[in-house]
């Protein structure tokens, strides 16, 4: 969840928590993606935690950060994916008009994964 910026310290990251579980969450919560002032933001918080879709130390983390902004802030809900080539392996893809097109196929790979649409 980010709250419409860019800023690293509004995001949560776990490279273990259950993304179909936060997708689903979004999904039954989609009236919450909409500018929040920070009352809404705590209850959003609150839920998230409840729901077991954040930590306990994220919750914290997250409810300080929101708790240091008086002004409505957007909830953004995402995740991110991430796929790393090395130069030796990008450069010959690039020279060969290649290189979009394996990080298209990487996305659609992990898509692919999830059961989502």
């Known amino acids: 969840m980010g709250t419409g910026k860019n800023i690293s310290e509004s995001y949560y990251s776990c490279g273990s928590f259950d993304i179909e579980k936060y997708i689903q969450f979004w999904i039954d919560n989609s ?4 500018q929040m002032d920070k009352v809404k933001r705590a209850e959003l918080l609150k839920n998230m935690l409840l729901g077991e879709i954040i930590p306990k130390m994220e919750y914290d983390r997250l409810l300080s950060f929101s708790d240091g902004y008086d002004k409505p802030l957007n909830v953004c809900p995402e995740f991110g994916v991430y796929c790393y080539w090395s130069f030796e392996q990008a450069q010959p893809l690039d020279e060969k ?3 979009v097109e394996d990080i298209c196929n990487c996305i659609s790979e992990v898509y692919g994964q999830l059961n989502i649409e």
């Open 31 to 34: 009236d919450s993606i909409w």
């Open 97 to 99: 008009g290649m290189f």
